[in-house]
Nanobody, 125 residues
Framework: QVQLVESGGGLVQAGGSLRLSCAAS????????MAWFRQAAGKDREFVTG???????DYVDSVKGRFTISRDNAKNTVYLQMNSLKPEDTAVYYC???????????????????WGQGTQVTVSS
C-alpha cells in the first residue's frame, strides 16, 4: 500500500513560482514511476510530467521550460517546481504512483496505481 500527500499549492500571481511536494509512505521507491497530473475546472485530468526511479523525465508541451520534476528517493518525496506560472496553469494538481517501472513514462490515468488528494494551484492575472 502507498499513501501520497501533496502540499505546496496556493495562490500566486502570473509569472510567479510555486514548488509542490508529494510525500510517499508505506512503500519503497525502487522500481516505481511518479507523476503529476492536473485537472482544471470542467476539464479532464491530464498528464503534466513524470519521472522514473532512475530519473528519466517527460513533460507535456505546455509546461516545457517552465516546470521541473525531481525526486529524492532517500526522502521518498517527489517535487514539482513551477516557474513562470500562467493563469492557464490553474488546476488541482495530483501526485500519482505506478508500482512498476517502465522505459517510457505512462501518461494515462489508468496506468497509475495510487493517487494523492490533490492540491489547488491558482494563478491570477
Amino acid at each position: 500500500q502507498v499513501q501520497l500527500v501533496e502540499s505546496g499549492g496556493g495562490l500566486v500571481q502570473a509569472g510567479g513560482s510555486l514548488r509542490l511536494s508529494c510525500a510517499a509512505s508505506g512503500r519503497t521507491f525502487s522500481g516505481s514511476v511518479m507523476a503529476w497530473f492536473r485537472q482544471a475546472a470542467g476539464k479532464d485530468r491530464e498528464f503534466v510530467t513524470g519521472i522514473t526511479w532512475s530519473g528519466s523525465t517527460d513533460y507535456v508541451d505546455s509546461v516545457k521550460g517552465r516546470f521541473t520534476i525531481s525526486r529524492d528517493n532517500a526522502k521518498n518525496t517527489v517535487y514539482l517546481q513551477m516557474n513562470s506560472l500562467k493563469p492557464e496553469d490553474t488546476a488541482v494538481y495530483y501526485c500519482a504512483d505506478r508500482q512498476t517501472d517502465t522505459r517510457k513514462l505512462p501518461t494515462r490515468i489508468y496506468e497509475y496505481d495510487y493517487w494523492g488528494q490533490g492540491t489547488q494551484v491558482t494563478v491570477s492575472s
